[in-house]
């Protein structure tokens, strides 16, 4: 029989650390992974296969993503200011990949990096970013981070002066009217009028010679809906080509006079003044236009030859574009659409493409990292309102430790003064009041025993005021009245202090829910001031407004569990002191003999309490 316990209990214990070594192994998956380089200190796993992948239709080679940090899904306090130390590295976790930074301001905590992805929209397409190196150079790379047939990209990132291209061919913005530092799809952006233009210099590069191809794109914001204004132009020699809107209508126009004549193709819709779009045409031996990266026309029209220069918003007089350009790219290659609708996908303010999985450290899984990064997104408003619950915890904690610790000795204290009690044959009439104060000393937390030094107390007055015989009505009410003072004693004593634990379960949630009203209400504030919406703006907020919440819960819900629980128990000890306060009453009302008082030394027994303690 005993062989079969231990047989049994020893499957028990194989099977719970079977169930413990599964848990383990599954909360801890990249726990036994690669660590690219052990001087770095945290990674972000970065999938570029998210809900926008079906959009895509499979899975893009060599695609420059833009990677959007922010206080909420990035821990600016562990990488260097500057953001020097990061790094990118392929999902093999041994290839490192070309990047660059468009923005890193740690102060606002707000960073856009472009990273050369290997592929997106595929099953496995994901990249992983390292930082935490405090003594590594300035590695990004603009000139890199751009396939060899992109031959301009301007992120449009400076605040003053003129545009850079990013690319390794270096080409120039000549002089420009439009306004810098405007807000953009992708970081800043540049505001333009309809009468107000930029001039890039031509250079072999932007060339199109014959046989080759073009593709431009570039993200707009009109500033009124059915707008109208050109957004490229370029002519010389008879030849030009014109792409715009009229009517809030993409279209595309190649006058070519050797050639007898113009093109035009236009896409079927007009595109909204609120909003970014995507706008992009490819031009070789025939034409698409696309807009938010699907193809909405196609034609036969044929690029010419050009090496002059290019124009962006007004040209020779005619109306600009009005409203907001960013990111202007062109390759000297027709792109696949593929390429063109993945770079759209990817670059879109509201794109889903990209999914930022939490922080590790130290070659494995780092769940507080995901903690670490929630907190560094709250503001100081949120921290004094998280300092006053932390307050309220603390007092909240000592309240309940203290308090079960007292009522735990109580119950032990009255267990053993009621075996004590019971067993003691002496007339409760013939109490000795130094044998009582003696057993005070003894179980001097025991409120059962503080009911019996009432009664004692009561008896002993009525000796010392002459009474002796039966016990009259008035004399037993008054003993009764000695023991109820002394219930209220002991109740008021258990409940000392607990109303900071009812303080804290109703005010710590509320506390935390100022603390989110504030937080959304700034947030919401500061995206109307700045005229644009986009998860980068409202995610650190929304973040550091839930936190409050959050601290308020994780103080009340606990505390809320203690309080119950310690209700719970004296409630019991109540219960048992109107028990034991009846049963002592009864018993001295049958016992009402009261002796004459005993001499000192006589009478009784005076250490029958302390006998069985």
Known sequence: MMNLRWTTYGRRVRGALSCLLGLWLMLSPLAASAWWNAEWAYRKQIGLSGAETPALGGQVQQVPVPVRLHAGNFPFVDTQEAGSDLRFVAADDKTPLNFHLEQFDAVNEVAIVWVQAPSVGGKDSAILMYYGNIDAPAAGSSKASFDPLTVLALHFAELDGLPRDATGYGNSVLKTTGKLGANGAIGFGMALAADQSMQIAATPSLGTPAGTGWTVSLWVKAAQAEATGTLLVRQENG????????????????????????????????????????????????????????????????????????????????????????????????????????????????????????????????????????????????????????????????????????????????????????????????????????????????????????????????????????????????????????????????????????????????????????????????????????????????????????????????????????????KELTASMEVFANELTGKIALQSTLPAPPAHGAGGDPRALQAAA
């Open 239 to 570: 030849r030009r080509l014109v792409f715009g809107l009229e009517g809030g209508r993409p279209y595309l126009t190649v006058e070519d006079a050797a050639r007898g004549g113009s093109s035009r193709i236009d896409a079927p819709a007009p595109i909204d003044g609120a909003s970014w779009h995507h706008l992009a045409f490819v031009l070789g031996d025939s034409a698409a236009l696309f807009v938010d990266g699907t193809q909405v026309a196609h034609g036969t029209l044929r690029l010419p030859e050009f090496s002059g220069d290019l124009i962006v918003g007004s040209a020779g007089g005619a109306t600009g574009f009005a409203g907001e350009i960013d990111e202007l790219q062109i390759s000297n290659r027709m792109r696949a659409p593929e390429w063109i609708r993945a770079s759209a996908i990817a670059q879109d303010p509201q794109s889903r493409l990209a999914e930022y999985g939490g922080d590790e450290s130290g070659g494995g899984s780092d769940y507080l990292a995901v903690v670490r990064t929630l907190t560094g997104a709250v503001s100081n408003d949120g921290w004094v309102i998280i300092a006053l619950i932390g307050v309220m915890g603390l007092i909240s904690g000592e309240v309940m430790i203290v308090k079960s610790r007292l009522l735990n000795r109580m119950r032990r204290e009255n267990e053993a003064f009621l075996d004590t009690y019971r067993q003691s044959d002496t007339p409760l009439a013939r109490m000795d009041p130094r044998a009582v104060a003696e057993a005070g000393e003894t179980w001097r937390d025991s409120p059962l025993l503080h009911l019996y030094m009432a009664a004692s107390n009561e008896l002993h007055g009525l000796r010392a005021a002459g009474f002796a015989g039966a016990l009259s009505p008035q004399a037993l009410e008054v003993i009764r009245s000695g023991i109820d003072a002394g219930m209220v004693g002991e109740a008021h004593r258990m409940n000392d202090r607990m109303v900071m634990l009812t303080l804290s379960v109703s005010g710590a949630p509320f506390l935390g829910l100022l603390g989110t009203v504030v937080g959304i209400m700034i947030t919401f504030g500061t995206i109307a001031m700045a005229g644009d919406v986009n998860v980068n703006t409202i995610a650190p907020g929304v973040a550091a407004a839930l936190a409050t919440t959050v601290a308020g819960l994780l103080i009340a819900i606990p505390v809320m569990f203690g309080y119950n629980q310690l209700a719970t128990r004296i």
